[in-house]
């Protein structure tokens, strides 16, 4: 009997990736193959891209430079390059790099089996033969993006979760949206939301198999079920979603600022155990740069959406992500976006310097035309206040009680686990105990930093004041 063939999967970029990964995993699984422990002793090394940033772009060229090597000494080796890189440089990869045996895009995952076995096969037959030297013209062979069935076929009944109790949910992809900078419209295609009874069906599976927090994902995910008709909403779906008595939490990502409709406000505001955090991206505080973006609302909107969700539901944080260095960003537009984060005081922001992603309208039209040192002084500045901010968040909860989901023991000391409160924060705490991954603690907080929480574990039956799912 022959061993059965091992896959390592990196994932890189945002959360919709990171199913994406999850799905692959679990149709390799279903076909035979097992997980390896590392890159090194697997038989297949698939690279999950992302192309937002230009840096995850740079790591995933690096890393197949490698694994070229790599395969010179090993020519049953299977390489797979997946994702937005895949839709994006597939013809630039067929040309310059003929070890990747694989190039499949984001919609083209429902046979990824299929096309890893084949790949599987033919290296193997190759490597037999002793004829690596005169190998197929480049790309020959290649499963190109856009074969194989749509993502959504996928079939579901194996799954990688980190743990038990927690599962990201895709309920559309692809985006409408012209923000300028953006590569997602061009690599993921126009928007799709499945319907809710398939989405309600697959938590409820999920739920069966001890699921209680599900994300549910998109990349403008409040503008879900626009292309299924009237009355089909993120609220319909979020308020269908919460009937399920079994799950405590309900998070969704990533939210438009455009999408923030008046009804979804209220499922939020009424609805207890949907997640008490929304990712709203910004961008950016000046309207010019707003405009120069496509992002279609004001600051004065956006801020007005702010106001109006934290009269509603004001246990509500908001995270945000900002790019800095967009062309023409001036020191008053970027003073703009530091007043906006200062206003809004977000519990979290990630903070991107602007790089052109070829094929978007930015990188076509306007010139890159902010020093290097400048974006990475404007980065640096936002973080500086970003981080002053979690902190004086972080020390208003110092005595407070609040509830975890226990994730697992932390990574990096011993003694330690850690988990998430209904607000996404981080929360540490001294304990070493497998049967607390996956159920919901009540914790003392007692230290606080910029990044985390630590606390202390207390009886199971403790109230927690804060983050507690009102049931
Ligand atoms: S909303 Fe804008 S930034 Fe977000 S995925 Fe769509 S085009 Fe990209």
Same mark, same amino acid.
């Given at each position: ?11 890189? &970029? ?48 690096? +890393? ?24 994006? %440089? ?35 037959? +190759? ?147 949907? @997640? ?51 062309? &023409? ?6 003073? @703009? ?85 209904? %607000? %996404? ?47």
């Amino acid at each position: 009997m022959t061993a059965p063939r091992r896959f390592y999967l990196h994932s890189y &970029g945002c959360q919709m990736n990171k199913l994406d990964s999850e799905l692959v995993a679990s149709r390799l699984l279903h076909a035979g193959l097992e997980p390896a422990a590392t890159e090194h002793e697997a038989d297949v090394v698939l690279l999950n891209t992302c192309s937002v940033r230009q840096h995850a772009e740079d790591r995933v060229w690096s +890393r197949l430079g490698r694994l070229r090597i790599r395969k010179r000494a090993e020519p049953g080796l299977v390489v797979g390059l997946l994702g937005c890189m895949a839709e994006e %440089h597939q013809r630039h990869v067929q040309a310059r790099m003929p070890h990747v045996d694989l190039i499949v895009g984001p919609s083209a995952f429902g046979d990824i089996d299929a096309k890893v076995q084949a790949a599987l096969e033919r290296n193997a037959a +190759r490597a037999a033969e002793a004829v690596l030297a005169q190998r197929d013209a480049p790309g020959a062979g290649i499963l190109a993006v856009g074969q194989g069935v749509s993502g959504d076929t996928i079939v579901r009944n194996v799954r990688t979760r980190p743990h038990r109790s927690q599962a990201y949910v895709s309920v559309m992809r692809g985006c409408n949206m012209p923000c300028s900078y953006c590569i997602v419209p061009l690599t993921r295609g126009d928007e799709v939301s499945r319907p809710i009874a398939d989405i309600r069906a697959e938590v409820e599976r999920l739920v069966g198999d001890g699921v209680t927090e599900v994300t549910l994902l998109g990349q403008t995910v409040n503008a879900y079920g626009r292309d299924l008709g009237p009355g089909v909403t993120l609220a319909v779906l979020l308020r269908t979603l919460h009937e399920i008595p079994e799950l405590r939490r309900i998070a969704f990502i990533t939210s438009h600022p455009n999408f923030l409709s008046r009804e979804l406000i209220d499922a939020i505001a009424e609805l207890p155990r949907v @997640a008490r955090y929304l990712h709203l991206p910004a961008q950016s505080g000046s309207n010019a740069m707003l405009k120069s973006m496509r992002r279609g609302y004001t600051r004065e909107r956006y801020l007005a959406r702010v106001a109006e969700l934290r009269a509603r539901a004001p246990d509500v944080e908001l995270h945000s992500d900002f790019i800095v260095g967009y062309p &023409g960003e001036s020191d008053a537009d970027f003073a @703009a976006t530091a007043t906006l984060m200062e206003e809004v005081r977000f519990a979290q922001s990630y903070v991107f310097q602007y790089s052109p992603r070829p094929g978007t309208h930015a990188a076509a039209e306007l010139a890159d035309d902010v020093p290097r040192a400048e974006k990475e002084r404007r980065n640096q500045v936002l973080l500086a206040i970003q981080e002053r901010i979690c902190r004086e968040h972080h020390a208003a909860l110092l005595g407070t009680v609040v509830e975890v989901l226990v994730e697992g023991p932390s990574p990096r000391i011993a003694g330690r686990m850690t988990g998430r409160s209904v %607000h %996404h924060r981080i929360v540490h705490f001294p304990a070493d105990d497998a049967a607390l991954v996956g159920t919901y603690m009540p914790v003392r907080i007692t230290s606080a930093g910029a990044h985390c929480l630590v606390g202390e574990l207390l009886p199971e039956n403790h109230h927690a004041e804060t983050g507690v799912a009102r049931a």
